[in-house]
């Protein structure tokens, strides 16, 4: 049953992502996206990154996704019903693409990353990120704080009417 | 699910299909949504190999702050998209080219 859960959201990540990239409907791609996210939430989930899985819901689909969807309404007439969108050279960005992803595969899928070790089973991961956070990585905790606080103040310059 | 190919073949079709709608679409917002797409492959991988290979968890450390640093770069670039517009009234990236002429 789980395995079946497993292919399903896996396949729902793949063709909303597909929908994402292929769409002619600015909107329809955003609520792609939204699939996309949640999608990525629940392979969180089998990974057992519980923290990874809330987060993941919390700031992509609650901050960026209503992000997105302002900056689609802020930039097209919404009288205009269809928000349509177009792409440039799509044959040449498909032959790029096909071989960037052959490149990845071959060079992933044949290496024996795992060997003869068992996977993983984390229970509660949110325990050890806290810890990590404040002793290992506590100069980039510190520097991710300053980095957010300019970006709050860079978006809020940026976007005043009157630079 | 018990295998780390499938999460990689996954994340490399992710990863390709942002590419694909960074490289091709002219809008700078769907061009965004494409840089979210590749975000979210690298974060599986990492989550991936986390569990399957290093079994600690620095690769959810590395995943945490590729989730602020994609919330602080959405911020960032819608600002610029919105100046974009008031400027041009339109966000097509390929006529945004006044610095060429």
């Known amino acids: 049953m789980a395995d079946f859960i497993f292919w399903v959201i896996w396949a729902l990540i793949v063709a909303s992502a597909a929908l994402v990239a292929f769409g002619n409907n600015l909107i329809h791609s955003v609520f792609a996206l939204m699939g996309t996210f949640l999608g990525v939430a629940g392979i969180y989930i089998f990974l057992n990154a519980d923290f990874l899985a809330v987060t993941q819901i919390v700031v992509y689909v609650g901050g960026i996704l209503v992000l997105l969807v302002f900056g689609i309404m802020l930039t097209n007439q919404i009288s205009t019903a269809r928000i349509s969108q177009s792409s440039v050279q799509k044959v040449l960005g498909l032959v790029v693409v096909l071989g960037v992803a052959a490149i990845i595969l071959t060079a992933v899928l044949p290496h024996d990353w795992v060997g003869s070790t068992l996977p993983m089973e984390f229970t509660d991961t949110v325990t050890g990120i806290g810890n990590l956070l404040f002793t290992d990585y506590l100069i980039l905790f510190e520097i991710a704080s300053v980095l957010l606080l300019g970006a709050l103040i860079g978006a809020a310059t940026l976007a005043r009417k009157e630079l | ?101």
């Open chain 2, 1 to 101: 699910m018990d295998h780390l190919s499938s999460y990689l073949v996954l994340s490399a079709i992710l990863f390709s299909l942002g590419l694909y709608t960074v490289v091709t679409r002219r809008n700078a917002v769907a061009i965004l949504m494409g840089v979210e797409l590749i975000l979210n492959a690298a974060n599986i991988n990492f989550v991936a190999f986390s569990k399957f290979v290093t079994h600690n968890l620095d690769g959810h450390l590395m995943s945490v702050f590729i989730i602020m640093l994609a919330a602080a770069e959405a911020a960032v670039a819608l600002a610029i998209v919105l100046n974009l517009y008031n400027d041009r009234g339109h966000i097509n990236v390929d006529e945004a080219n006044a610095l060429k002429q």
